[in-house]
């Protein structure tokens, strides 16, 4: 069946998860260039590209589908602006995502809705905006209560923020509980025990995550001003110099 496009998605498809992308492409295209409004092929084909990182063909897929099919999806509006996202993008990020709840109601895969967000509530963080990122943590848990990047980012902002500290505490203890090996979760419960005074905690908490080896400068520098705090300053000195070396690190490495 030389010209059925679901024939081709379905190879290309099969092809991306052995993660032979080139031909998987060929094969998505081919499915558009037998029809054109393929909504499926479409997204299929910018999914490839997202799985390579190629962000830049990512928008080019996704503004042709756009203009070839006379809509969007919440789905390429979600690899649109996770996209935008990565690149750095930020305004453009949360352009594309706020646009993308307007499908909200005609569709409803949750996980669409939690990834869509997610990016949102991470690109208003980058702009700097923390109650819009707030607000797009809160929708991730109206979808999944229990999802626990949401609960520690939205418990860590409000630590930031100092507000709502015995609320940010239990949404902390609950990423904690279900990813107790994650460091950047035991940094935010070790952080606002830092915030609510509890010195001693803070730094049994923090001193776990360390010990985890995290490229997280971040963390050096929360311990170092908890060791501050408790008046001891040559040891704050000695963990913000560790953070201060992986953030020259991690500048080095930048293109």
Do not use: C
């Not at 979760?185 to 609510?196: A, C, E, P, S």
């Amino acid at each position: 069946r030389p010209g059925e496009p679901s024939v081709y998605v379905l190879r290309g498809m099969s092809l991306r998860v052995q993660k032979k992308y080139k031909p998987a492409q060929e094969d998505f295209q081919k499915a558009i260039d037998l029809d054109s409004r393929n909504l499926f092929a479409w997204e299929e084909l910018a999914s490839t590209y997202m799985a390579q990182e190629q962000y830049h063909h990512v928008f080019y897929t996704v503004a042709q589908a756009r203009k070839k099919i006379g809509h969007s999806s919440l789905r390429l509006d979600v690899f649109d602006g996770y996209a935008h996202f990565r690149s750095g993008l930020y305004q453009k990020s949360v352009e594309v995502l706020e646009k993308a709840r307007s499908h909200e109601k005609h569709e409803s895969p949750s996980w669409l809705l939690i990834h869509a967000h997610i990016t949102r509530a991470m690109a208003y963080d980058k702009l700097h905006r923390q109650m819009k990122s707030i607000g797009a943590y809160r929708d991730v848990l109206g979808i999944d209560p229990e999802n626990a990047l949401a609960l520690n980012n939205l418990a860590y902002l409000y630590a930031e923020r100092g507000e709502n500290l015995k609320e940010a505490m239990e949404y902390a203890k609950q990423a904690v509980e279900q990813d107790p090996d994650n460091p950047v979760f035991l940094d935010t419960l070790g952080w606002l025990h830092y915030k609510t005074g509890d010195y001693r905690k803070a730094r049994e908490i923090i001193e776990k995550a360390l010990s985890m080896e995290p490229d997280e400068p971040e963390i050096y520098e929360h311990l170092a001003e908890i060791y501050r705090a408790s008046g001891e300053p040559l040891k704050a000195e000695e963990y913000l110099g560790k953070a201060e070396l992986l953030r020259k690190e991690e500048a080095s490495q930048e293109p």
